[in-house]
């Protein structure tokens, strides 16, 4: 009699996942609320929603640590998502002119600098070399995100607090320039394995 072995649970569905998941979810929900930049309720709408993905982008990797939930798949879309968060709010607030006039600038940096290390992670993950997140890449990201939360804000955050666009943008041009200098670190790790790659 063969004994019945317990049905394994798919990586696919560990919270950890799940979280990402979650956050892949936000972008079009987030996006479809900035295409209203004049109705504050849409705005703190938006606000709440970029602030729970940017939470779980914390928490999915804290959980997939803690609880031995890594997974390659885990690993693949975290940073997708975090990519296609950043990227699609900083068009919206482009688009809708609360990133306006020089500040393009930074966001334009920002989204080549995403392009850039996507691009070298890809080609470095055919030579099996892996590309480690440095604490400042951290802080960029944090940098980043809190400077999209008080944009994301806008119009509707500066009846709360006075400056906050001001705030946001200023906090976005030191995200631009943390992400530089985490830009050229990645670069400089990963151009030797380029150099030497004898294909």
């Known amino acids: 009699m063969n004994a019945v072995l317990p049905r394994r649970r798919s ?33 703190w709408t938006a606000l709440g929603v970029f602030v729970a993905a940017a939470i779980t982008d914390y928490l ?13 798949l885990g690993r693949m879309l975290d940073p997708i998502a975090d990519k296609l968060l950043v990227s699609a709010c900083l068009l919206m607030l ?14 334009i940096v920002i989204l080549c600098r995403e392009v850039l290390v996507s691009g070298l992670r890809e080609y470095l993950a055919e030579l099996k070399v892996g590309v480690p997140v440095s604490k400042i890449a951290k802080w960029k990201t944090t940098v980043q995100l809190v400077a999209l939360g008080f944009l994301v804000a806008g119009p509707a955050g500066e009846r709360v607090l006075p400056g906050t666009e ?5 906090l976005l041009w030191l995200a631009a320039a943390l992400t530089i200098w985490t830009g050229w670190d990645y670069m400089r790790a990963g151009i030797k394995h380029v150099i030497d790659d004898p294909r």
Do not use: E, K
């Open 11 to 43: 990586p696919a569905w560990t919270l950890a996942n799940c979280l990402t998941y979650g956050r892949l979810v936000a972008v079009p929900v987030m996006v479809a609320l900035l295409f209203w930049p004049d109705s504050h309720t849409a705005r």
């Open 94 to 107: 482009a688009a809708d002119h609360t990133i306006v006039g020089s500040s393009v600038w930074a966001a």
């Open 166 to 170: 001001a705030i946001g943008l200023a």
């Open 60 to 72: 999915d990797g804290y959980v997939a640590r803690t609880y031995h939930q890594s997974s390659a």
